[in-house]
């Protein structure tokens, strides 16, 4: 007889090999086939609503690794939720408006912007962004992340742009919309105002210069004969000076030096004196800032006087204490300026060029022309000194070219005048990782005004009116009939049509004698799009409300959407328009470096799904601390595959020895399963409790390390290791063996659905093999809830204790081992002496126990005769005298008593005898 077929050997189709580059594409086929997110959310439609809003990425080019990280971070929260009792419809969302896409079309396309009216060029801006979507939507879809794809909302369609204009005209109408001339942000290399949150901060190179002002008018304090020195890294700004400001409290000092007079504040002049080489210095007149209030200095190159003027802004950090001011090019200058009745001068271009306002420099690009300048100041003897330093300047984070203060006419929501309400809510809501909320609060409590205007082509036209003396116009008639417009025939129509003909019927005779009217050209800030989208979105959606439950993005999006979404939600409705904020990180490579192209260390998602699988990039994006930056490299995902490898075999291997288990019919009833089972199945409760508890709190690198380490620890090395001698050796119905399968049965079936919302490929094709499971597919299941196991009090702190004992045998089996003593651990028989009452009580009353342990004989015995000395018992290891079976290969000295089979021992025998012979 070959013993061989007597045995019950695992049997599976499930395959070892995931394949998952060739599956997954298949298994996506097969979700859209069968409309898995419709039919999750008709199962879950009566639960209570979880809503995470999506934040849309800009349509623009293929995915990267951090759009791969932020998908799927949502992608577990949802699936999770309508695991665990919700009803979680997802919406994604794309920004498809903005300078990237003009740009993409300029240069990519090289389509000629000047020779196109506003509505065409518009439209194919539209086009080439929803191209994007759908190449998007695809790559999305590909890392398996489930949502409502067929109906994504976009900031360019009709029903989204009306809504748009609703906030803004909401906004207007309690007084926080405005028109002013003030400097903002401005990029030459987009030609556009920009908001605060479009900023990024990059080392620059600039002229570091101290500049000398003669004094033309000392007002009874000063005899004329002095000169300000003032310091600056923008000479540029100087042809645009209109003062000096100084501060009203601080002490200043007209110092002599050879047949100079220079005025420094005295707290400075140590330092100045020092970089500009002076020796011999003698103060010759000390006094206070504001007793030199509107002294009139002489501009060192144009026929202008410079106004000293006193401004709480100036400090002795930097630089000199009098402070070159120039109200066209900075936010202090300007303010200080207006209050002594300076208009700003600004005499810059669009693109930063000269304009004739600044003789001498006009056609030079601003940056080329602090040359110029300087060389100006040289000739003019003004320039008292001139290095150059590399310091931190802000830039567009578009084009991540320089940007520069510029004074211009835009429209402005006034955030001081709801900003307390800001905070309240930021203080409100919960905060993923904590210091979220102190570093929106920060920008916010520092905010003033959010300037909204944009001077550029594709996006949502602010929605203003101007009569015929050029007053603006926004009224509650205006906003509804435009918002009205844009919901039926879409934004263009403002570019497509007279101003008479946007405005309501009736209007212009109401108004306007003349019928006089014009319309406001520039468009709205991007950021203003998508933060309407609780708006937009939340509000427009049958499925939705406001607040969210969750807005989760990157740490970038706290300047960004997270605060134009807040912004607006609190300006219309006074409540934030969501109630959790999550952020996540950068992804670097594996020495923590931002990746590049020139680095070559660039991870690309798609190359990712190519090799290894989208599974894989999920379980990746599962096993970092996310809320910190993190880290991919390809030696990371190597080892992220041998982890989903042993998740994967662990899986197979209780799918092979279920493969004759029905639970219908052969489940064991929970208080009649063996004890070491339901140790297990307790193992199984406390695991499930903490990976709940860890999804609750958006926490998944617990869960990957837990679940990993269930696999690999409580199952792999023990459960699934010793139970082969019962699963394949004792008979088909043996009650052991059914103990053994109903724990597999259990703990499989849970572990798939805890891994539902990381691995979902994997989890449904693992699904398709489990008999008995109704559900088609394990996204249409619920996570169970913990539960206590019978009897789980007496028995988990005996088997917590035994695997401690355990451990102290493994080591004397490896040391028997390698001093070859024995084999395989089957070879060896073992004495166990207890060193305490509980750990002899504990052995003791374990049934079996040689096959926990997996040697062929454990016996127990109040000392060894040559032991060796664990913390919990003395260890003696030595062969067993028996012989091997052949068909369990236990070594036992009952083999040789069966004269039918000589070459097993009597269990085998037995089992042969009742089973196969009969």
Same mark, same amino acid.
């Given at each position: 007889?070959?013993?061989?077929?007597?045995?019950?050997?695992?049997?599976?189709?499930?395959?070892?090999?995931?394949?998952?580059?060739?599956?997954?594409?298949?298994?996506?086929?097969?979700?859209?086939?069968?409309?898995?997110?419709?039919?999750?959310?008709?199962?879950?439609?009566?639960?209570?609503?979880?809503?995470?809003?999506?934040?849309?990425?800009?349509?623009?080019?293929?995915?990267?690794?951090?759009?791969?990280?932020?998908?799927? +971070?949502?992608?577990?929260?949802?699936?999770?939720?309508?695991? =665990?009792?919700?009803?979680?419809?997802?919406?994604?969302?794309?920004?498809?408006?903005?300078?990237?896409?003009?740009?993409?079309?300029?240069?990519?396309?090289?389509?000629?912007?000047?020779?196109?009216?506003?509505?065409?060029?518009?439209?194919?801006?539209?086009?080439?962004?929803?191209?994007?979507?759908?190449?998007?939507?695809?790559?999305?879809?590909?890392?398996?992340?489930?949502?409502?794809?067929?109906?994504?909302?976009?900031?360019?369609?009709?029903?989204?742009?009306?809504?748009?204009?609703?906030?803004?005209?909401?906004?207007?109408?309690?007084?926080?919309?405005?028109?002013?001339?003030?400097?903002?942000?401005?990029?030459?290399?987009?030609?556009?105002?920009?908001?605060?949150?479009?900023?990024?901060?990059?080392?620059?190179?600039?002229?570091?210069?101290?500049?000398?002002?003669?004094?033309?008018?000392?007002?009874?304090?000063?005899?004329?004969?002095?000169?300000?020195?003032?310091?600056?890294?923008?000479?540029?700004?100087?042809?645009?000076?209109?003062?000096?400001?100084?501060?009203?409290?601080?002490?200043? *000092?007209?110092?002599?030096?050879?047949?100079?007079?220079?005025?420094?504040?005295?707290?400075?002049?140590?330092?100045?004196?020092?970089?500009?080489?002076? !020796?011999?210095?003698?103060?010759?007149?000390?006094?206070?800032?504001?007793?030199?209030?509107?002294?009139?200095?002489?501009?060192?190159?144009?026929?202008?006087?410079?106004?000293?003027?006193?401004?709480?802004?100036?400090?002795?950090?930097?630089?000199?204490?009098?402070?070159?001011?120039?109200?066209?090019?900075?936010?202090?200058?300007?303010?200080?300026?207006?209050?002594?009745?300076?208009?700003?001068?600004?005499?810059?271009?669009?693109?930063?060029?000269?304009?004739?306002?600044?003789?001498?420099?006009?056609?030079?690009?601003?940056?080329?022309?602090?040359?110029?300048?300087?060389?100006?100041?040289?000739?003019?003897?003004?320039?008292?000194?001139?290095?150059?330093?590399?310091?931190?300047?802000?830039?567009?984070?578009?084009?991540?070219?320089?940007?520069?203060?510029?004074?211009?006419?835009?429209?402005?929501?006034?955030?001081?005048?709801?900003?307390?309400?800001? @905070?309240?809510?930021?203080?409100?809501?919960?905060?993923?990782? =904590?210091?979220?909320?102190?570093?929106?609060? *920060?920008?916010?409590?520092?905010?003033?005004?959010?300037?909204?205007?944009?001077?550029?082509?594709?996006?949502?036209?602010?929605?203003?009116?101007?009569?015929?003396?050029?007053?603006?116009?926004?009224?509650?008639?205006?906003?509804?009939?435009?918002?009205?417009?844009?919901?039926?025939?879409? =934004?263009?129509?403002?570019?497509?049509?007279?101003?008479?003909? +946007?405005?309501?019927?009736?209007?212009?005779?109401?108004? =306007?004698?003349?019928?006089?009217?014009?319309?406001?050209?520039?468009?709205?800030?991007?950021?203003?799009?998508?933060?309407?989208?609780?708006?937009?979105?939340?509000?427009?959606?049958?499925?939705?409300?406001?607040?969210?439950?969750?807005?989760?993005?990157?740490?970038?999006?706290?300047?960004?959407?997270?605060?134009?979404?807040?912004?607006?939600?609190?300006?219309?409705?006074?409540?934030?328009?969501?109630?959790?904020?999550?952020?996540?990180?950068?992804?670097?490579?594996?020495?923590?470096?931002?990746?590049?192209?020139?680095?070559?260390?660039?991870?690309?998602?798609?190359?990712?799904?190519?090799? @290894?699988?989208?599974?894989? @990039?999920?379980?990746?994006?599962?096993?970092?601390?996310?809320?910190?930056?993190?880290?991919?490299?390809?030696?990371?995902?190597?080892?992220?595959?041998?982890?989903?490898?042993?998740?994967?075999?662990?899986?197979?291997?209780?799918?092979?020895?279920?493969?004759?288990?029905?639970?219908?019919?052969?489940?064991?009833?929970?208080?009649?399963? !063996?004890?070491?089972?339901?140790?297990?199945?307790?193992?199984?409760?406390?695991?499930?409790?903490?990976?709940?508890?860890?999804?609750?709190?958006?926490?998944?690198?617990?869960?990957?390390?837990?679940?990993?380490?269930?696999?690999?620890?409580?199952?792999?090395?023990?459960?699934?290791?010793?139970?082969?001698?019962?699963?394949?050796?004792?008979?088909?119905?043996?009650?052991?063996?059914?103990?053994?399968?109903?724990?597999?049965?259990?703990?499989?079936?849970?572990?798939?659905?805890? +891994?539902?919302?990381?691995?979902?490929?994997?989890?449904?094709?693992?699904?398709?093999?489990?008999?008995?499971?109704?559900?088609?597919?394990?996204?249409?299941?619920?996570?169970?809830?913990?539960?206590?196991?019978?009897?789980?009090?007496?028995?988990?702190?005996?088997?917590?204790?035994?695997?401690?004992?355990?451990?102290?045998?493994?080591?004397?089996?490896?040391?028997?081992?390698?001093?070859?003593?024995?084999?395989?651990?089957?070879?060896?028989?073992?004495?166990?002496?207890?060193?305490?009452?509980?750990?002899?009580?504990?052995?003791?009353?374990?049934?079996?126990?040689?096959?926990?342990?997996?040697?062929?004989?454990?016996?127990?015995?109040?000392?060894?005769?040559?032991?060796?000395?664990?913390?919990?018992?003395?260890?003696?290891? !030595?062969?067993?005298?028996?012989?091997?079976?052949?068909?369990?290969?236990?070594?036992?000295?009952?083999?040789?008593?069966?004269?039918?089979?000589?070459?097993?021992?009597?269990?085998?025998?037995?089992?042969?005898?009742?089973?196969?012979?009969?």
């Amino acid at each position: 007889m070959d013993y061989k077929e007597t045995l019950l050997m695992p049997k599976t189709e499930f395959p070892m090999r995931g394949n998952l580059p060739n599956k997954e594409p298949k298994r996506q086929e097969q979700w859209d086939e069968n409309n898995i997110y419709e039919r999750v959310q008709e199962r879950t439609k009566d639960r209570p609503l979880f809503i995470l809003h999506d934040g849309p990425p800009y349509a623009n080019g293929d995915l990267h690794i951090g759009h791969a990280l932020n998908k799927v +971070l949502k992608d577990f929260i949802v699936r999770y939720k309508s695991m =665990s009792g919700y009803h979680a419809p997802y919406i994604p969302g794309w920004d498809t408006h903005g300078l990237p896409i003009e740009t993409a079309l300029t240069k990519k396309k090289k389509i000629k912007r000047k020779e196109l009216g506003i509505a065409e060029f518009r439209e194919m801006c539209a086009e080439y962004a929803m191209g994007q979507v759908d190449s998007q939507r695809t790559q999305f879809k590909q890392m398996g992340v489930r949502g409502d794809w067929d109906n994504p909302y976009l900031t360019l369609t009709k029903d989204y742009e009306a809504a748009q204009i609703r906030v803004f005209g909401e906004m207007a109408k309690k007084g926080y919309i405005y028109k002013g001339l003030k400097p903002v942000y401005w990029s030459p290399s987009s030609e556009s105002a920009l908001a605060e949150a479009e900023i990024e901060y990059h080392d620059k190179r600039s002229p570091s210069i101290y500049v000398s002002f003669q004094v033309k008018d000392g007002k009874d304090l000063l005899e004329g004969d002095e000169k300000f020195v003032i310091w600056t890294t923008t000479p540029w700004t100087l042809p645009a000076n209109l003062g000096i400001s100084i501060h009203p409290e601080l002490e200043y *000092n007209v110092v002599q030096v050879g047949q100079e007079k220079f005025i420094i504040a005295h707290a400075l002049l140590e330092q100045v004196s020092e970089e500009l080489g002076w !020796e011999d210095v003698q103060i010759v007149k000390t006094f206070q800032g504001k007793e030199a209030d509107r002294i009139v200095a002489q501009h060192p190159f144009y026929d202008r006087d410079s106004l000293i003027m006193l401004g709480e802004h100036v400090t002795t950090d930097a630089g000199t204490g009098c402070v070159h001011t120039a109200p066209g090019h900075g936010e202090d200058d300007f303010i200080v300026s207006k209050a002594y009745g300076l208009e700003p001068l600004s005499p810059l271009d669009d693109k930063g060029v000269f304009t004739a306002e600044a003789p001498g420099f006009e056609g030079l690009f601003y940056d080329t022309a602090n040359k110029n300048i300087t060389e100006k100041l040289e000739e003019v003897g003004a320039l008292l000194k001139l290095t150059f330093i590399t310091h931190s300047y802000p830039h567009d984070w578009r084009t991540k070219k320089p940007t520069i203060f510029r004074a211009t006419s835009q429209w402005f929501a006034s955030i001081k005048d709801f900003r307390q309400d800001i @905070l309240d809510e930021i203080n409100r809501i919960n905060w993923y990782p =904590s210091w979220g909320q102190t570093r929106l609060h *920060n920008m916010v409590r520092d905010r003033e005004d959010w300037c909204i205007s944009r001077q550029r082509t594709w996006g949502v036209p602010i929605p203003v009116f101007y009569a015929e003396d050029n007053t603006p116009i926004i009224t509650d008639e205006t906003i509804e009939h435009v918002s009205n417009l844009f919901k039926e025939h879409g =934004s263009n129509i403002w570019f497509e049509k007279e101003a008479k003909d +946007l405005l309501p019927e009736g209007f212009i005779s109401d108004h =306007s004698p003349n019928g006089k009217f014009t319309k406001e050209t520039d468009i709205m800030d991007v950021w203003f799009d998508s933060g309407s989208s609780h708006e937009a979105v939340l509000m427009n959606r049958e499925d939705h409300r406001r607040p969210a439950d969750v807005y989760l993005e990157g740490s970038d999006q706290y300047r960004g959407w997270f605060n134009s979404s807040i912004s607006t939600a609190v300006a219309v409705t006074g409540k934030a328009p969501y109630e959790n904020i999550i952020s996540h990180g950068f992804v670097l490579d594996g020495n923590g470096r931002k990746m590049s192209k020139s680095l070559g260390n660039v991870i690309v998602p798609s190359k990712v799904q190519k090799q @290894l699988g989208a599974d894989i @990039l999920r379980l990746w994006v599962s096993s970092v601390d996310y809320q910190a930056d993190v880290r991919i490299s390809q030696e990371i995902l190597k080892q992220t595959s041998e982890a989903y490898r042993k998740i994967r075999n662990t899986f197979r291997f209780m799918l092979a020895n279920l493969s004759d288990f029905n639970p219908e019919t052969d489940r064991v009833a929970e208080a009649e399963m !063996e004890e070491v089972d339901r140790y297990m199945l307790h193992r199984l409760q406390r695991l499930l409790a903490d990976v709940r508890e860890s999804y609750d709190r958006f926490e998944y690198s617990p869960i990957f390390h837990q679940i990993h380490n269930f696999c690999t620890v409580d199952l792999s090395s023990f459960y699934l290791d010793f139970a082969k001698d019962v699963l394949y050796i004792e008979a088909k119905n043996n009650k052991r063996r059914r103990s053994i399968q109903t724990g597999y049965y259990e703990i499989l079936t849970t572990l798939v659905k805890l +891994l539902a919302p990381i691995i979902p490929h994997t989890t449904d094709e693992v699904w398709e093999y489990i008999p008995g499971v109704e559900a088609e597919s394990v996204q249409l299941t619920d996570i169970p809830e913990p539960r206590d196991i019978a009897g789980y009090e007496q028995i988990e702190d005996k088997w917590d204790h035994f695997m401690n004992v355990r451990d102290d045998v493994l080591k004397a089996l490896e040391e028997a081992r390698n001093e070859k003593i024995i084999g395989k651990s089957l070879e060896a028989k073992v004495t166990l002496a207890p060193k305490d009452a509980h750990t002899k009580q504990v052995l003791q009353e374990m049934e079996h126990l040689h096959q926990f342990l997996i040697v062929s004989e454990a016996d127990i015995s109040n000392q060894t005769a040559s032991g060796n000395d664990y913390k919990y018992v003395e260890v003696s290891v !030595e062969k067993h005298p028996g012989e091997k079976c052949s068909r369990c290969w236990v070594a036992s000295e009952t083999v040789g008593h069966d004269h039918d089979h000589p070459e097993l021992c009597s269990r085998c025998a037995e089992v042969v005898k009742e089973h196969y012979e009969s």
